[in-house]
């Protein structure tokens, strides 16, 4: 392995380790033993779901060419992923506001499980129903674990503040640590055991359902809408107009969509902007250096988050225009420097710089986690919470399914051109929903204020 992959991934091993060691009282948050507890049996269950999810990344599009499918054959497998989180996954995590999260969340179990079975069989129809398992699943993770979550934290009175903490950890834990420790076991029970691979997805198995034991046994019910009668097109209705009428919320899917239909683009397209003439590059040393890059990002997040005087409406402007940059970089390169070097060898200068790049941006997604799931925990409405969050997913699925079906149409430069437009969008929503915040809260104190004053205009004398 070149040394300068080792150098990347030490320098940035070092700043994370820096970043947590030198934490201040100012970084900080002061908590309760009660909220410790509660914390930490999340935490663990959260990282044993994302473990169950990070295990089958590495080994999902190897296992279906190995099952001998063409790479048009791979696509439309993943596309029946996406479409099915956006179809069907929306409705059967919108259950979850009226039906309960806990509920959700061993559904998301008992569906994911189902779907690393179906990685034993090579028939494709079988297979295309562990994409459509896989994509309900999906939309299950990223949004009934947190509406418990938030409930649960209120429920419980805890302060809201002590939520980005929850987050912050979560993300450093689920999005980086698990990430890497699970692409290193599944290289270890696929490659050095033997065992092929299919084994990662048994193993992911394995690790939800332990999640699952720990959910029944130790998570309460809670609850969104408690209307009795309440319809699934009512409760569609409901999220819709609250979106509507909301400018925060409308403002704060629309960044969440154009941030994340950039990273998930940026998945598809690193591989080749990094090796453009097949050049021997280390896949899974990459793959665990971005998610240390994300780890760093999160650790900064939960500094940032811990001071008072530092709002998330205001630095993810700058995390966003960042963020931008870094996907920019490689049309930049490309306009002053179209080499593509030896077929087959070492990576070059300009796939160096943007390997740098790249892990700036990963830094980034870092950042932008718990940030975005502060920011949801502030603006939507607890009885609607996993609806809207799903219906957030809704353009960001479409998206991805549009530049599945399109990847080779257009030059990868256009791609990452496309994407670092949305990312600046993306800081120029930010800015505006900054600004409707403000609005609403000095609209709020007024409101206070004169009601004060009523009230003390109207309080008899007692002389």
């Known amino acids: 392995?070149?040394?300068?992959?080792?150098?990347?991934?030490?320098?940035?091993?070092?700043?994370?380790?820096?970043?947590?060691?030198?934490?201040?009282?100012?970084?900080?948050?002061?908590?309760?033993?009660?909220?410790?507890?509660?914390?930490?049996?999340?935490?663990?269950?959260?990282?044993?779901?994302?473990?169950?999810?990070?295990?089958?990344?590495?080994?999902?599009?190897?296992?279906?060419?190995?099952y001998g499918f063409s790479k048009g054959d791979i696509g439309r497998l993943f596309i029946a992923g996406f479409g099915s989180s956006m179809l069907f996954g929306t409705i059967v995590g919108s259950l979850a506001d009226k039906y309960g999260r806990k509920r959700a969340s061993i559904?998301?179990?008992?569906?994911?499980?189902?779907?690393?079975?179906?990685?034993?069989?090579?028939?494709?129809?079988i297979l295309m129903v562990g994409r459509v398992l896989g994509g309900i699943a999906t939309s299950l993770l990223f949004s009934a674990f947190e509406s418990w979550?938030?409930?649960?934290?209120?429920?419980?009175?805890?302060?809201?503040?002590?939520?980005?903490?929850?987050?912050?950890?979560?993300?450093?834990?689920?999005?980086?640590?698990?990430?890497?420790?699970?692409?290193?076991?599944?290289?270890?029970?696929?490659?050095?055991?033997?065992?092929?691979?299919?084994?990662?997805?048994?193993a992911a198995a394995c690790f939800l359902a332990i999640g699952m034991a720990i959910i029944m046994f130790t998570w309460p019910e809670n609850y969104g809408d408690p209307s009795e009668g309440k319809t699934l097109v009512s409760q569609f209705q409901t999220a819709a107009s609250a979106i509507a009428s909301d400018?925060?919320?409308?403002?704060?899917?629309?960044?969440?969509?154009?941030?994340?239909g950039s990273m998930y683009t940026f998945v598809?397209?690193?591989?080749?902007?990094?090796?453009?003439?097949?050049?021997?590059?280390?896949?899974?040393?990459?793959?665990?250096?971005?998610?240390?890059?994300?780890?760093?990002?999160?650790?900064?997040?939960?500094?940032?988050?811990?001071?008072i005087n530092v709002r998330v409406e205001g630095y993810m402007q700058i995390v966003f225009l960042v963020s931008a940059g870094s996907l920019l970089l490689p049309v930049l390169i490309n306009f002053i420097n179209d080499s593509s070097g030896e077929r087959g060898g070492s990576i070059t200068a300009s796939g160096q710089l943007l390997l740098l790049g790249f892990c700036i941006f990963e830094a980034c997604v870092g950042v932008f986690w718990p940030s975005i799931m502060k920011m949801r925990s502030q603006y939507i409405p607890e009885e609607s919470r996993s609806t809207i969050m799903n219906f957030?997913?809704?353009?960001?699925?479409?998206?991805?399914?549009?530049?599945?079906?399109?990847?080779?149409?257009?030059?990868?430069?256009?791609?990452?051109?496309?994407?670092?437009?949305?990312?600046?969008?993306?800081?120029?929503?930010?800015?505006?929903?900054?600004?409707?915040?403000?609005?609403?809260?000095?609209?709020a104190v007024e409101n206070w204020a004169s009601d004060k004053l009523q009230d003390v205009e109207t309080e008899p004398l007692n002389i």
Not at 107 to 125: E, F, G, N, V
Not at 149 to 163: C, D, M, N, Q, T
Not at 412 to 438: E, K, N
């Open 1 to 66: 392995m070149e040394t300068f992959y080792l150098v990347v991934f030490v320098l940035q091993l070092i700043a994370v380790m820096a970043l947590e060691l030198t934490k201040g009282s100012k970084d900080r948050i002061t908590t309760t033993s009660a909220f410790s507890s509660f914390k930490n049996n999340y935490l663990v269950v959260y990282s044993l779901m994302m473990a169950g999810d990070w295990l089958q990344g590495p080994y999902v599009y190897f296992l279906y060419s190995q």
């Open 107 to 125: 559904t998301y179990c008992i569906t994911y499980i189902l779907s690393c079975l179906t990685k034993h069989s090579p028939q494709y129809r």
């Open 247 to 260: 400018e925060k919320i409308a403002l704060l899917g629309a960044i969440q969509s154009l941030f994340e």
């Open 392 to 443: 957030f997913r809704i353009p960001l699925n479409v998206f991805v399914c549009v530049v599945l079906y399109n990847v080779n149409a257009f030059p990868i430069t256009a791609m990452f051109g496309m994407c670092s437009l949305f990312l600046f969008l993306a800081a120029i929503l930010q800015r505006r929903l900054l600004v409707v915040a403000d609005k609403h809260k000095s609209r």
């Open 268 to 307: 598809f397209l690193w591989t080749p902007a990094l090796s453009p003439n097949e050049q021997k590059i280390p896949h899974g040393f990459i793959f665990a250096t971005f998610m240390l890059a994300s780890m760093l990002g999160s650790s900064l997040a939960s500094r940032l988050m811990a001071r």
């Open 149 to 202: 979550l938030v409930a649960e934290h209120f429920k419980r009175g805890f302060e809201a503040h002590w939520l980005s903490l929850t987050f912050s950890k979560a993300i450093f834990l689920g999005n980086g640590l698990v990430a890497i420790v699970a692409g290193l076991l599944a290289n270890t029970l696929a490659g050095t055991l033997g065992l092929g691979p299919v084994s990662p997805f048994d």
